[in-house]
T-cell receptor, first 109, second 113 residues
Framework: RKEVEQDPGPFNVPEGATVAFNCTYS??????FFWYRQDCRKEPKLLMS???SGNEDGRFTAQLNRASQYISLLIRDSKLSDSATYLC??????????FGAGTILRVKS | EAGVAQSPRYKIIEKRQSVAFWCNPI?????LYWYQQILGQGPKLLIQ????????DSQLPKDRFSAERLKGVDSTLKIQPAKLEDSAVYLC???????????FGQGTRLTVV
């Protein structure tokens, strides 16, 4: 079983749509969790950290369920500029960062 | 603040040749990573350094890959000899001590023909 698994993509959605990505991790001792965004042929960049209490940053909401070992990212009112690959990242221990395969989002007008 | 610097940006080599990549992390970042990203996949951790010590190299193919960070600052990753399946983007990243956000360089795109 992979350490971090994500929904297969691509997700093709119209502008204004709400889209949700899911991610599961296998190591229950994992310490912290993140969503990174990667634009085509660019390097990954941190989108947001994920906390058990849930956190929101504008149109983006991240949730963590430690009992189910499940992480989610919700994007509301999708924009064309949201088109990218979204990477689920788990800090196993000591800042060992493990990436999922990524989910491609395409927002169309 | 300067970001993570990597060179070269692109490299094309023939199989069985050798290649080396260089990374200079953000000043003061003690943790440095090398990741391999094959097209259509997520980054795969090759090696993690804390200062000049190796924290994790469990997924580094040690028969052909080597990496060093001798003075705890910049780092080099070497492949010798290269195989076709080594074609990928090699990403360097760093984290500030006590921090959680990894900052990535632009990567080196390696093509092995």
């Amino acid at each position: 079983r992979k350490e971090v698994e994500q929904d297969p993509g691509p997700f093709n959605v119209p502008e204004g749509a709400t889209v949700a990505f899911n991610c599961t991790y296998s190591n229950s001792a994992s310490q912290s969790f993140f969503w990174y965004r990667q634009d085509c042929r660019k390097e990954p960049k941190l989108l947001m950290s994920v906390y058990s209490s849930g956190n929101e940053d504008g149109r983006f909401t991240a949730q963590l369920n430690r009992a189910s070992q499940y992480i989610s990212l919700l994007i509301r009112d999708s924009k064309l500029s949201d088109s990218a690959t979204y990477l689920c990242v788990v800090n196993l221990y000591g800042n060992k960062l493990v990436f999922g395969a990524g989910t491609i989002l395409r927002v169309k007008s | 603040e300067a970001g993570v610097a990597q060179s070269p940006r692109y490299k094309i080599i023939e199989k069985r040749q050798s290649v080396a990549f260089w990374c200079n992390p953000i000043s003061g970042h003690a943790t440095l990573y090398w990741y391999q990203q094959i097209l259509g996949q997520g980054p795969k951790l090759l090696i993690q350094f804390q200062n000049n010590g190796v924290v994790d190299d469990s997924q580094l193919p040690k028969d052909r890959f080597s990496a060093e960070r001798l003075k705890g600052v910049d780092s080099t990753l070497k492949i010798q000899p290269a195989k076709l399946e080594d074609s990928a983007v090699y990403l360097c990243a760093s984290i500030l001590t006590g921090g959680t956000e990894a900052f990535f360089g632009q990567g080196t795109r390696l093509t092995v023909v």
